[in-house]
């Protein structure tokens, strides 16, 4: 392969990447924003009648875009399985089968255990209406139909981030619900008022804000300097703010180090770091070290591709997109 062919290569694989999500910021609709409301919904189910999202108004509504005769999507309905049963009829969740013609959609039905709706897009016209990006793809909608937030595609965090949209879009305080829900030492106020802090910076990174993100996780920080979520993800929106912030950025990727030697972002972002300052070979020993302790390695090839590509190691960086790529379809 040509080294101009190489390049290609590495280009369209990384946008693959971010476009089936997993790896960095990722969206699971193109056709519809967080804050909007979301499109209409009528479709047949698996049972003979018609589901209309319409009918849920005044409850949270979880809208998952599935496929028959995949992994992830049969993962993801279980986690809503779950879901279903911690918000009782607080909530309804829906699932929207996109090839009902692959198979046949109620034995599918039947051996995922789902407990809610499975509804037949055969024309793929709600696919469209939403402009899925990648399936499975999750939409949370507040009681009024507005859509809270979104989760494309399935990775071990999915279950969380759909919980957590739904409490938000119920109107609950994500940080104190879940120290209510754990066992353990009741956290301190500190500790409280920087996840409130960093929960709203993950909101503002999802809709775009990320002068405010940076702001409101620089605050949550100050908060709790002991908070090692909080300095790994100040450290990354520095980097996403310009590459002149990477001494800053360092600093708090080594702080949440100390704090939790098993942070990926933070490990992730000092190689950024060491890329950025032209240390190449430092920034790829530290993500290759990094991959062999790592049980879902993806993102780390993905930032391995993405230093090779910088250095020009174009073949380099297609092996790595594509070991990141083979993990992520899994």
């Avoid at 519809?32 to 189910?45: D, F, M, N, R």
């Avoid at 979880?62 to 909530?91: H, N, Y």
């Avoid at 001494?247 to 939790?260: G, I, K, P, W």
């Amino acid at each position: 392969m040509g080294g101009r062919a190489v390049r290609v290569a590495a280009v369209v694989l990384a946008g693959a990447l971010l476009v089936l999500g997993g790896v960095g910021r990722s969206w699971a609709f193109r056709a519809v924003k967080e804050g909007s409301p979301a499109p209409a919904l009528s479709l047949p189910s698996v049972g003979g009648d018609t589901v209309n999202l319409a009918s849920f108004k005044g409850k949270s509504v979880v809208v998952a875009f599935v496929r028959q005769g995949q992994g992830k999507s049969l993962e993801a309905v279980k986690a809503l399985t779950e879901v279903a049963g911690t918000f009782g009829d607080r909530v309804a969740v829906v699932a929207v089968l996109v090839n009902p013609d692959a198979g046949d959609p109620a034995a599918w039905a039947r051996e995922a255990q789902v407990s809610f709706p499975v509804l037949l897009d055969a024309d793929r016209t709600a696919y469209a209406r939403y402009g899925v990006v990648v399936v499975p793809s999750t939409g949370v909608l507040d009681p009024e139909g507005g859509l809270v937030g979104e989760v494309g595609g399935y990775t071990h965090g999915y279950r969380d981030a759909v919980d957590r949209l739904v409490r938000t879009a119920l109107g609950e305080q994500v940080a104190e619900t879940a120290e209510v829900a754990a066992s353990g030492p009741a956290k301190s106020p500190e500790r409280k008022a920087a996840e409130r802090q960093l929960q709203k910076a993950r909101l503002l990174v999802k809709r775009r804000m990320a002068d405010k993100a940076v702001s409101a996780a620089r605050a949550a920080v100050e908060a709790d300097d002991t908070y090692a979520e909080a300095h790994a993800l100040l450290g990354s929106l520095l980097l996403e703010e310009s590459d002149g912030n990477a001494d800053e950025a360092a600093t708090h990727f080594h702080r949440a180090l100390e704090l939790d030697p098993k942070s990926t972002e933070a490990k992730v972002g000092l190689a950024r770091v060491r890329s950025i300052l032209g240390d190449y070979d430092g920034a790829v020993a530290e993500l290759e070290k990094a991959v062999r302790l790592t049980p879902r390695p993806e993102r780390l090839y993905y930032e391995l591709g993405r230093i090779h590509e910088r250095a020009g190691r174009y073949e380099r960086a297609v092996e790595a997109y594509r070991k990141a790529l083979e993990r992520l379809l899994r």
